[in-house]
């Protein structure tokens, strides 16, 4: 990476509880996903990161395992105030979220007998099928730069849908088999 | 109450769903979301602790409600612990399942972070990160395929499909906000389209 060396000093978050209420701001409008508003709410409008940071800090949140904005939230808070930031900015990004769908659960079990709501329910997890494939779809573009050949991975990608979507072979060992692999095939490619 | 069944656990079966999710929480290279079709083998197909309706609803609600995308698990570990039959049970649930699927990986990633951020030009860290890419994209894939194919319950129901794939294709191709494509779902299913 070529980033430069930051010519400014990045405004930064004053205090744990600083921390804590930007990540619940931002938490609680991420409808379907957290990501966007993060790169909105830190970068753009806190300016807590550049946007080189941030892309950095996206890519090694994914390579890890565990929700990939949680690990982001987490790497962001220990920049600032190690361990403590850590946990705080992953209570920001969780404590409140999770107090507000419990309450959904809640009201959604006092009204499921309602044949509006189980619809409004069946139309909602139709589309979520939608936005999780779509997500597939937008991340295989990234495949074309991959070290993996391209027909490598159609093959590694096929093989792995056909065994977990309709085969329901355990992921752990497709997982290692096919993400190994891929691994294996990306090494060689790569200088 | 929607699919509620009753089921008993004992203090093993709360340490396997802790243990589960534990591992899984290791697996979950795409997202807590591409570990969902193991989350609903074990669950679901082998345990029979949560029906196939609580298992569609939980990830639905989560997608409707703010917050990280990861909060499907709390509301599977919620469910589990109404079936089982009370609501102390049910906060026991999502303790299980959210400090199972958090625990292993946040303490991995705060480790590693750090030292993968160092050695990013490195080409066993390049390796992995791009050679991983395929088959995420695939488990991606293959929990679309598992949430379609079971929304309306059993049997082959089109409409339902044809919601998918039109809201898949809107979101892939357009920047309409989520929240559109997911309120046209839930008007459609009210009224009795879907």
């Known amino acids: 990476m070529t980033s430069p060396p930051s010519a400014f000093e990045h405004p930064r978050p004053e205090s744990l509880l600083d921390l804590f209420v930007a990540f619940t701001v931002l938490a609680l409008q991420g409808f379907g996903g957290v990501l966007a508003v993060v790169q909105r709410e830190l970068v753009e409008r806190k300016r807590w990161l550049s946007n080189e940071e941030f892309i950095e800090d996206w890519a090694v949140a994914q390579i890890m395992p565990g929700p990939n904005v949680v690990n982001l939230s987490m790497m962001i808070g220990a920049r600032y105030f190690g361990l403590r930031g850590a946990l705080t900015a992953l209570a920001g990004m969780l404590a409140v979220p999770l107090v507000l769908i419990l309450l959904l659960a809640i009201l959604h079990a006092r009204f499921a007998g309602n044949a509006q709501v189980a619809g409004a329910l069946r139309g909602m997890a139709a589309v979520s099928a939608g936005l999780i494939a779509a997500t597939g779809l937008k991340m295989s573009v990234a495949l074309k730069r991959n070290p993996v050949p391209l027909q490598w991975c159609v093959a590694i990608g096929a093989i792995g849908f056909v065994l977990v979507a309709l085969l329901k072979f355990p992921l752990a060992y497709v997982l290692l088999a096919l993400g190994g692999l891929g691994c294996v095939l990306a090494y060689r490619n790569l200088r | ?194």
């Open chain 2, 1 to 194: 109450m929607n699919g509620a069944i009753h089921i008993t656990l004992a203090w093993h079966d709360w340490l396997n769903l802790f243990a589960h999710y534990m591992l899984l929480s290791l697996m979950s290279l795409g997202g807590a979301i591409s570990t969902t079709s193991e989350m609903h083998r074990f669950l679901v197909e082998q345990h029979g602790w949560l029906s196939q309706a609580q298992f569609n609803d939980s990830i639905a609600l989560a997608q409707a409600a703010p917050g990280p995308n990861v909060l499907f698990v709390a509301l599977m570990g919620w469910n589990v612990g109404m079936n089982a039959g009370s609501t102390s049970a049910a906060f026991l649930g999502v303790a299980t399942t959210m400090i199972g699927i958090l625990l292993p990986s946040t303490i991995f990633t705060y480790q590693v972070a750090q030292w993968g951020h160092r050695n990013r030009e490195l080409r066993p860290v390049r390796a992995f990160k791009q050679g991983m890419a395929p088959v995420v994209i695939a488990l991606l894939l293959s929990t679309s395929w598992i949430l379609a194919s079971s929304a309306g319950g059993s049997g082959y129901h089109w409409p339902l499909w044809l919601l998918t794939l039109s809201s898949c294709l809107v979101i892939w191709r357009t920047k309409l906000h989520l929240l559109w494509v997911l309120g046209a779902g839930a008007l459609l299913g009210a009224l009795g389209f879907v």
